[in-house]
């Protein structure tokens, strides 16, 4: 119960909501138990031949009331149920999605995309039906119980006792075998999913299969997987299936019981025909809930996990928060770097290691060296992804880059990333998404500045086209022109593109580095790259190794030093064939 | 149980779509299938199912005498004490008996279901498995990867559903119902004709309300696969979401089709939701009106109609039995609630049961598809040459190997196996209408390396695709060694082929594992072998657990030169005479590339090599290049030679022209 604190605030917000329903609810069951005793009063009446016409017109008009009555109530607490349940699911993802939003980049590492996504659909969806459906079904299923076994009492103690004895058995068997069906069916869907995935295997990997002529020793993973699958399927199909007919052994005993004992009882002019009518209809109404209870108590347990995985990704707070009083940034002189260190949370690895660098506005910076340099660490602490080790190391204008706001920092910014992320939506939506009312760059010229606009007349709908998941697939490359294009129109102090060039040929690279000489003009752009031709051009190119710089200068000093950059330079132009 | 509720939902959304002529005929083949198989288990189930809607019924019948043999006259005094006493033990032991054989039946009946629904789908997936190891690559082209998987997935589990549950529970179902209206004919005709304009009323209502609320469910779906496809992608493009102070925007979006899905459900909700009171009470209206309709002819003693099966010829024969009396009325209120559960029941499975049966379609449409054909008959065998230079079979690995040959007159020739492929004037196209490569002659000598350069959908990978037959040509010749290739048996033919795909395509599994892909009976140290001129040795042996370390979701855990590396390994392991490397496009740093590229040369050595390039760094040492447009070939020749044409090539080479 302790769980339910995560969703105090809605309960207190709609608590008028849900005692009206508790309220329905109850009526519903009362309806249930008074059906019964009007129809026993009815039989005894016929069979003592004493009905007149107008009592059974009396009873006729009660009993249609009662199921007219059940049927309004029943309407309005499912629509109240389902209300409560679809606004709640509503607004615990709306929080969910809003913390979210507000991680840092860091937490992304930590939690795969794809559990967080389970989280934020299949979890909030158990949570919210947890805390409206089940919840109500229980305290109904509890309340049917007392209610029914309070009125089949009245009727007769003993008769109640002895007739309800099989059904706890009903209970105990729900209660024992339940967890392990569940825990069985979790290893079924484990297996199937293993199963899923080795079959897609097949289907994407269908020509290499048969180029090594494995098609045999393939289909014997395959047979293996399903083999497993069938075994613990069928275990818990068997367990499954002894459900049925055991309820309905106890339940038939049951009613057994009452028909027989009663009949005792009757000719011993302790009970009527009427009373044990109602009592056997009433019984009928017991052994339902009984099972249900059962498999609504383990269901609560297994729900219980979906709470506290939704609740961690509720209560997460971010690393990187602003000052109180952060500072408005949109134009920087210079960036520096003194001594600065860095290696990623909840790790030991310094990837930069004692690193100095001074970014001057204006100026163009490349930055080359093997991968695992740390030439992406370093671009990603420019855009306050990570909390800053020590605040006096990085600054920006002489204040420590914690001062300013976060948000500022990243407006500084327009980035390229390695891999292109697109959003499946169209082309045109995709590159827009990088202006701001500051900008001053127009989507065409953008465009042409990213070297995309001849993919774009090989584009079915041009601008409009769907890209990513659903929509058409582009080639490396033309993911590459775009985001380039997306990163062109912020129009941002800073232009970082991080080995974004690298899908791109040898004419457009140098096609899209000479744009950039017009468009950036006076702006600061720093280059990632692998070929070295991309940062040639750059005011300064720095070498990286180990999270140091061990090489710096212009292209032609560092031609002139005759280190690594000289050999890569050397063995690139060489056309990459050479041999080392 | 939500994920069930969901699938369920998603279920009975799916359903809905499906015409009836989807389905036709699929009902008889699965029975027929089911019986053909397991008949002897099927037999016994039927049986178990009637014994239990046959116990089923006796429920009622028991109220019936209990009451009119036992209390009435008791009550009445019309029989005396050691007479009611004997009569009510009998009847309830004999009640106990009926429900124990019930008992035993149901539960022979699901245990046995259990074993043979799970083996029925068992043998379903074995043969979805073995049919996709032989179906034509073409079918693969022609259908999604998602499709194909759905079969295993989403079908099968639909067919599951339906054998397991729907199936069995149709057939009861549809006897003890059959049981009961014989039984309610039986005691009263009257009110057998109430039960059944309650149970017309409830199915027209179903009809109605669940139609009006079709529309609802389907813009629920919808909606909610936005907003889970929305989700999706923010998680994924975190990155850029950050980086372009998207958060806000990203809020508002999302706000929207979570306010649009909210609004969808609660309709569809609402909607839902009466449905279910509606149905219920409208059993409980019937069950009143029932006692009440009963009680009044009862007080009135309005001459009842029952029906009874007379021994005489077996006619039907109306018998008027006296009045109504309590025990029958008893009785039917019994049956009634029975009947309208039962109807609920079985108008709940409809939408499954429709989508169990479009699954079954589709699955056995797949397994009727077209299997790839090979009427090959030229075998590949190890070899090895006598004193006189003849080459004659061996039973073990030589390194040398031969083509068997056996012609029609009985006699066998062997040709020793040197990878000598001619396309002589080919045509193909994926389909007749549409040929897309044209008159296309190719001269590979054995160790000759041959370059196939052109933009993309020039058709270089068709090419190769040819030789090793995952298509077949439309009109001229392949031939290896001199043999045309539609002789040669594929498995052989693909077994002489090396290849490195431009996809690395790696398998969940160790490394050392999918290196051994290339050939399954070798050696660890054949393997190790293998990743030393791959040039991947030292990258694998630095990796945290060496050749044991497990690749998932297709090498994801390592870089793409890496995994370029172990597919180098993996053909360099198979040791074919003839390899077909298809260079990978996505760039890899410079040191990397150049380890790729030693690894390639290595492996290209005393080799036919196809190569597809896209670096022209690669080719120029081919002894021949073929520049292909359109699926032609529009120049031919060695570097220099094209060099000099000044054509396509030299554009190529010279960049002025691009090649994506």
């Known amino acids: 119960?302790?769980?339910?604190?995560?969703?105090?605030?809605?309960?207190?917000?709609?608590?008028?909501?849900?005692?009206?329903?508790?309220?329905?609810?109850?009526?519903?069951?009362?309806?249930?138990?008074?059906?019964?005793?009007?129809?026993?009063?009815?039989?005894d009446l016929i069979g003592l031949g004493q009905i007149k016409e107008e009592t059974l017109f009396s009873l006729l008009i009660l009993l249609t009331t009662i199921v007219l009555t059940k049927f309004i109530i029943s309407i309005g607490k499912s629509i109240f149920l389902g209300n409560l349940f679809h606004r709640l699911f509503y607004q615990i993802k709306i929080r969910f999605m809003k913390n979210i939003l507000l991680q840092d980049a860091d937490y992304f590492t930590i939690y795969h995309p794809g559990d967080l996504m389970t989280r934020a659909t299949s979890d909030t969806f158990s949570m919210a039906n947890v805390s409206t459906h089940l919840i109500f079904g229980l305290i109904t299923v509890i309340l049917t119980i007392i209610m029914t076994a309070v009125s089949m009492i009245k009727l007769n103690l003993t008769l109640t006792i002895y007739s309800i004895i099989p059904l706890p058995f009903i209970f105990i068997v729900v209660v024992i075998m339940r967890p392990k069906i569940s825990a069985n069916w979790r290893l079924v869907r484990k297996k199937n999913s293993t199963m899923g995935n080795l079959a897609m295997e097949s289907v994407q990997h269908v020509k290499l299969i048969r180029a090594f002529v494995n098609e045999k020793e393939d289909y014997k993973k395959l047979e293996g997987s399903a083999q497993e699958c069938y075994d613990t399927e069928k275990k818990s199909v068997l367990m499954q299936s002894t459900f049925g007919?055991?309820?309905?052994?106890?339940?038939?005993?049951?009613?057994?019981?009452?028909?027989?004992?009663?009949?005792?009882?009757i000719i011993n002019q302790e009970l009527t025909v009427g009373e044990l009518i109602t009592f056997s209809l009433l019984l009928a109404q017991f052994s339902g809930p009984m099972m249900q209870l059962g498999n609504q108590v383990s269901q609560f347990a297994q729900s219980a996990i979906s709470f506290d995985r939704v609740t961690e990704v509720l209560e997460a707070k971010p690393e990187i928060i602003d000052y109180p009083n952060a500072k408005d940034i949109n134009q920087f002189h210079t960036i520096e770097f003194f001594d600065y260190t860095f290696s990623y949370p909840k790790t030991r690895l310094e990837i930069l290691k004692g690193f100095d660098l001074t970014i001057t506005s204006g100026?163009?910076?490349?930055?080359?060296?093997?991968?695992?340099?740390?030439?992406?660490?370093?671009?990603?602490?420019?855009?306050?992804?990570?909390?800053?080790?020590?605040?006096?190391?990085?600054?920006?204008d002489g204040y420590p880059i914690s001062y300013y706001k976060k948000t500022d920092i990243r407006k500084l910014v327009s980035y390229v990333p390695q891999e292109h992320l697109l959003f499946a939506r169209s082309v045109k939506e995709n590159i827009l998404m990088?202006?701001?009312?500051?900008?001053?760059?127009?989507?065409?010229?953008?465009?042409?500045?990213?070297?995309?606009?001849?993919?774009?007349?090989?584009?079915?709908?041009?601008?409009?086209?769907?890209?990513?998941?659903?929509?058409?697939?582009l080639s490396g490359g033309q993911k590459q022109r775009l985001s380039i294009a997306r990163a062109l129109i912020k129009d941002a102090p800073i232009l970082i593109l991080d080995d974004s060039l690298s899908a791109v040929d040898g004419t457009t690279e140098a096609n899209i580095i000479k744009n950039l000489k017009e468009i950036r003009k006076n702006k600061t752009n720093i280059i990632v790259a692998h070929r070295l031709t991309a940062v040639e051009d750059c005011d300064e190119i720095i070498v990286m190794e180990n999270g140091k710089i061990v090489e710096r200068g212009t292209h032609q000093e560092l031609m002139d030093q005759k280190g690594w950059y000289y050999e890569q330079y050397v063995i690139q132009e060489m056309g990459g064939s050479a041999h080392e | 149980m939500p994920e069930a509720k969901k699938i369920q939902t998603r279920n009975s959304f799916r359903g809905m779509g499906i015409k009836s002529k989807d389905i036709k005929g699929i009902l008889p083949k699965i029975l027929k299938r089911l019986f053909k198989e397991y008949g002897l288990a099927m037999t016994i189930i039927l049986l178990c199912l009637v014994v239990s809607a046959v116990a089923g019924i006796t429920g009622p019948i028991f109220l019936q005498r209990i009451t009119d043999e036992v209390i009435e006259p008791t009550l009445k005094g019309q029989i005396a004490l050691v007479e009611w006493q004997a009569k009510l033990t009998s009847l309830i032991v004999l009640m106990v008996c009926i429900y124990s054989i019930c008992l035993l039946a149901t539960t022979v009946q699901t245990q046995i279901l259990a074993r043979v629904g799970q083996r029925f789908l068992n043998k379903i997936r074995k043969s979805l498995f073995n049919k996709m190891q032989s179906l034509p690559i073409?079918?693969?082209?022609?259908?999604?990867?998602?499709e194909v998987m759905s079969y295993y997935t989403n079908d099968v589990d639909a067919i599951r559903q339906f054998v397991t549950q729907s199936l069995i529970q149709f057939i009861s179902t549809f006897l003890s119902l059959t049981f009961i209206i014989c039984l309610m004919i039986h005691y009263s005709l009257w009110l057998t004709l109430l039960v059944f304009i309650g149970a017309t009323l409830m199915l027209l209502v179903t009809k109605k309300v669940g139609g009006g609320s079709t529309k609802y469910f389907i813009q629920n779906q919808k909606t909610t696969a936005k907003v889970e496809g929305y989700i999706e992608e923010m998680m994924h493009g975190q990155k850029v979401v950050k980086v372009f102070c998207y958060e806000d925007e990203s809020k508002l979006k999302f706000n929207e089709l979570n306010d649009e899905l909210c609004h969808a459900a609660t309709k569809a909700n609402q909607y839902g939701n009466t449905l279910m009171p509606i149905l219920h009470n409208i059993g409980n209206v019937f069950f009143v009106l029932l006692a009440i309709v009963g009680c009044f002819l009862a007080i009135n003693n309005v001459p009842n109609l029952g029906v009874l099966i007379t021994n005489r010829n077996n006619q039907f024969v109306?018998?008027?039995?006296?009045?109504?009396?309590?025990?029958?009325?008893?009785?039917?209120?019994?049956?009634?609630?029975?009947?309208?559960?039962?109807?609920?029941?079985?108008?709940?499975?409809?939408?499954?049961?429709?989508?169990?049966?479009?699954?079954?379609?589709r699955v056995f449409d797949f397994l009727d598809e077209k299997s790839e054909e090979d009427n090959g008959y030229v075998t590949l065998v190890y070899a090895i040459k006598d004193e006189n230079g003849n080459i004659v079979e061996s039973p073990t690995r030589t390194g040398i190997w031969a083509w068997k040959h056996p012609h029609s007159d009985g006699t066998l020739t062997y040709t020793e196996l040197k990878g000598d492929i001619v396309l002589d004037h080919v045509d193909f196209g994926y389909v007749p209408e549409k040929i897309v490569l044209h008159d296309v002659s190719i001269y590979a000598r054995p160790g000759q390396k041959i370059a196939f350069v052109g933009a993309t959908g020039a058709g270089k990978t068709t090419i190769t695709n040819l030789i090793n037959r995952f298509y077949d040509i439309q009109d001229g010749k392949i031939?290896?060694?001199?043999?045309?290739?539609?002789?040669?048996?594929?498995?052989?033919?693909?077994?002489?082929?090396?290849i490195v795909l431009q996809d690395t395509n790696l398998f969940t599994g160790t490394v050392m594992e999918n290196i051994r892909y290339g050939r399954l009976d070798a050696t660890d140290e054949e393997v190790y072998k293998a990743a030393k001129i791959a040039n991947a040795y030292d990258f694998i042996t630095r990796l945290p657990e060496g050749f044991n370390t497990m690749l998932t979701g297709d090498g994801a855990n390592l870089s793409q030169g890496q995994r370029q590396l172990l597919s180098i390994a993996r053909a360099a392991i198979a040791d074919a005479p003839v390899m077909i490397l298809d260079e990978a496009t996505s760039s890899i740093d410079t040191r990397t590339e150049a380890l790729v590229q030693k690894g390639t040369d290595q492996l290209m050595k005393g080799r036919t090599v196809f190569v597809i390039a896209h670096r022209l760094s690669t080719v120029q040492n081919s002894d021949a290049i073929m520049v292909l447009d359109h699926g032609r070939i529009i120049e031919r020749g060695t570097h220099e030679s094209l060099i000099e044409q000044k054509g396509v090539y030299y554009q190529l080479y010279t960049g002025a022209f691009e090649l994506e």
Not at chain 1, 379 to 392: A, E, H, S, T, V
Not at chain 1, 442 to 471: H, P, R, S, W
Not at chain 2, 332 to 361: C, D, E, H, P, T
Not at chain 2, 479 to 498: A, E, F, H, P, V
């Open chain 1, 363 to 396: 100026k163009s910076l490349g930055i080359v060296g093997k991968t695992g340099s740390g030439k992406t660490t370093l671009i990603r602490q420019l855009l306050r992804r990570f909390p800053i080790q020590n605040g006096n190391s990085l600054k920006i």
């Open chain 1, 1 to 43: 119960m302790k769980r339910f604190k995560a969703i105090q605030w809605y309960i207190q917000k709609y608590w008028w909501q849900y005692a009206l329903t508790l309220v329905l609810s109850i009526g519903i069951i009362y309806c249930d138990i008074k059906k019964p005793e009007i129809i026993g009063e009815a039989v």
């Open chain 1, 245 to 265: 007919p055991t309820f309905r052994f106890f339940t038939n005993i049951s009613q057994l019981i009452a028909y027989g004992y009663g009949a005792y009882l």
């Open chain 2, 479 to 498: 031939r290896y060694d001199g043999i045309n290739i539609n002789k040669i048996k594929k498995d052989d033919l693909r077994r002489s082929l090396g």
């Open chain 1, 434 to 473: 990088g202006k701001n009312e500051e900008s001053n760059v127009e989507l065409e010229y953008a465009i042409q500045m990213a070297d995309f606009e001849k993919d774009l007349a090989f584009l079915e709908n041009g601008l409009d086209t769907i890209v990513g998941e659903y929509g058409v697939t």
């Open chain 2, 138 to 146: 073409s079918y693969f082209d022609s259908h999604p990867h998602g």
């Open chain 2, 318 to 361: 109306f018998i008027g039995m006296n009045t109504l009396t309590i025990g029958i009325i008893v009785a039917f209120l019994n049956m009634s609630r029975q009947f309208s559960q039962s109807i609920g029941q079985v108008s709940q499975q409809v939408a499954m049961v429709a989508m169990a049966l479009a699954g079954a379609k």
